[in-house]
């Protein structure tokens, strides 16, 4: 950032009186301008035994499959931004129930909030961010093909989850190793009942 949204002048990067971290700082105006994780919201759309995926349409990670997610938009609940998520990329309707997981990714400043959600009928199509969309069974999910880490451990911990029978509240966060390959480290919390 180099120029105050609120003035126009130019800004420094400083630790504020009373804070304990860099920000953005006008010296003109004295705003304060603060960056914080984005949140995305998403579903798990289930329809009988099967879920349904969406094949990406748009950068990062073109042409591979995913949870219907997004950044959460102002004005939202966060269970009203997962069904929306869930309709602009998949036109499905939903009913958000429970929330599965939550995922801190401080790499890349997210927090995940992906919900448990029941489709109300099996009809879905792909959005403006979706090349395809698909209801998949878990032998038929293109393991290879997931575009994140954060989808892949959440599938995987929602289908030991439904062979066990219960669906408590999964937390932890996902940090990506230092080096050229795509390796990440991911560190569950304790299961929340």
């Known amino acids: 950032m180099r120029y105050c949204s609120q003035c126009g002048s130019g800004v420094t990067f400083t630790v504020p009186e009373g804070d304990n971290m860099p920000r953005h700082v006008c010296a003109q105006c004295g705003t304060i301008h603060y960056q914080n994780p984005k949140i995305v919201v998403g ?15 748009i950068e990062p990670r073109y042409g591979l499959w995913t949870l219907p997610a997004g950044f959460m938009e102002n004005g939202e609940t966060v269970q009203q931004g997962a069904a929306r998520e869930t309709w602009e990329e ?12 939550l995922f801190n990714l401080p790499h890349i400043n997210q927090v995940y ?12 199509g792909p959005g403006s961010e979706s090349l395809e969309t698909q209801l998949m069974t878990e032998s038929e ?3 290879d093909e997931i575009a994140f880490p954060v989808i892949q451990e ?7 989850d439904r062979a066990a029978g219960h669906f408590p509240l999964r937390t932890g966060s ?9 390796r990440y480290e991911v560190t569950l919390e304790d299961e929340i009942v």
């Open 174 to 182: 996902i940090r990506r190793l230092d080096g050229p390959e795509r």
């Open 90 to 101: 998949a036109e499905a309707r939903v009913e958000v129930g429970r929330l599965y997981a």
């Open 154 to 160: 959440s599938l995987q911990l929602y289908f030991r």
């Open 43 to 57: 579903c798990i759309p289930e329809w009988e035994d099967q879920l349904l995926l969406c094949k990406r349409a």
């Open 141 to 143: 999910i293109p393991w």
């Open 113 to 124: 909030m992906l919900f448990r959600a029941r489709m109300l009928e099996p009809e879905f």
